[in-house]
T-cell receptor
Framework: QKEVEQDPGPLSVPEGAIVSLNCTYS??????FMWYRQYSRKGPELLMY????GNKEDGRFTAQVDKSSKYISLFIRDSQPSDSATYLC??????????FGQGTRLTINP | GAGVSQSPSNKVTEKGKDVELRCDPI?????LYWYRQSLGQGLEFLIY????????KSGLPSDRFSAERTGGSVSTLTIQRTQQEDSAVYLC???????????FGPGTRLTVL
């Protein structure tokens, strides 16, 4: 069983919809939680970085962490075609390497 | 400022050949990471360097894989006797310190025929 599980999709939604992306994890020692966005043929770029349980909002993006359930989510409001990309969750324990989910391929249809 | 750069962007090689992949991190970043991204597998950690400390090689899949970082800057990932299963995108990232945000390069797409 992988340490981090993420549905690879693909996920296709109409423009303007609210998108929900999720990951579950098994290692309770993970302390930091991140969401990366990766466009085709590019490297991942950091979208959101959270530490504690709860919500963190940045513009149209909200990251949610539930440590008791070992579950994290990324919500995208008013989705745009430019949001079409692969979204990867990632987690880190202490000051060590990132452990990534498989990535969810998202397409926003105009 | 300049981001993380990697070269070559694409590499096609024959099974059994050795390949070298290069990463130029962001200037001043002390931590450097290598990841592999295969179809359907997500990003897999390979190795990381932090300053002058011994590298964490725990993610290297076999002894055919090695990496070095010269002068605390440029890093080279070497794959010896390449196999078809080595085909993947190899991504390099750097951060100011180990616990800071990692900035990724565009990757090198390796195809082993």
């Amino acid at each position: 069983q992988k340490e981090v599980e993420q549905d690879p999709g693909p996920l296709s939604v109409p423009e303007g919809a609210i998108v929900s992306l999720n990951c579950t994890y098994s290692n309770s020692a993970f302390q930091y939680f991140m969401w990366y966005r990766q466009y085709s043929r590019k490297g991942p770029e950091l979208l959101m970085y959270t530490y504690s349980s709860g919500n963190k909002e940045d513009g149209r993006f909200t990251a949610q962490v539930d440590k008791s359930s070992k579950y994290i989510s990324l919500f995208i409001r008013d989705s745009q075609p430019s949001d079409s990309a692969t979204y990867l969750c990632a987690m880190i324990q202490g000051a060590q390497k990132l452990v990534f989910g498989q990535g969810t391929r998202l397409t926003i249809n105009p | 400022g300049a981001g993380v750069s990697q070269s070559p962007s694409n590499k096609v090689t024959e099974k059994g050949k050795d390949v070298e992949l290069r990463c130029d991190p962001i200037s001043g970043h002390t931590a450097l990471y290598w990841y592999r991204q295969s179809l359907g597998q997500g990003l897999e950690f390979l190795i990381y360097f932090q300053g002058n400390s011994a590298p964490d090689k725990s993610g290297l899949p076999s002894d055919r894989f090695s990496a070095e970082r010269t002068g605390g800057s440029v890093s080279t990932l070497t794959i010896q006797r390449t196999q078809q299963e080595d085909s993947a995108v190899y991504l390099c990232a750097s951060s100011y310190r180990v616990s800071d945000e990692q900035f990724f390069g565009p990757g090198t797409r390796l195809t082993v025929l």
